[in-house]
């Protein structure tokens, strides 16, 4: 029988499976793009002239306590249109990751999910429990980064003044302690002028 990865991993639909390692704590799953065109980012006009080839590596959710690496087989193609500044551009899969990301969707909502939970330095200790590797501060920017997650209220702040010029203008900074320090509200007006 042969094996059909995407009928348990529904976001790799339309990837051909060409390929699967399994090591002591790590499965690589080589797949290969093969839509037969993609679509300009510039112009849109969908192209089928491959230009190119690369290898991309994107981390999947976790399989069993192991870490599970995507090996993708992407390519670069020619834009159609003459007058198009994008000669080449890259094929986009966002049907499970971003443009430039190192990680799935899935693996990003996970992490998102985590940071919100626990913030970013116990965060980053369950993540590595759970076999996904990230730092601290790439969990926080993960938070950060996505408009669709509303920040939560802060659940431990700290106040302090911060200065503008020193001796002369000074505001305030409200630090939010459970998150890091990114998330912060500066007051930009002085608050006081010293002698
Ligand atoms: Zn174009």
Redesign the pocket.
Known sequence: MRLNPTSFLPHLKGLRFDQIEIAEHRITLTVTAVRATAA??????RSKTVHSSYTRTVADLPWSGMTVSLRVQTRRFA???ES???KI?CERLTQFVAVYGRRTDNVRTALQRIVRALGGKAGARLAAHQRIGVSRMTLLRLIHADPTVATPPPRVIGIDDWSRRRGRRYGSIVVDLFLGLLSFHAQPRPLRRLP
């Open positions: 300009c980012p510039l112009c849109q006009q834009c159609p249109v198009c500044e994008r551009f």
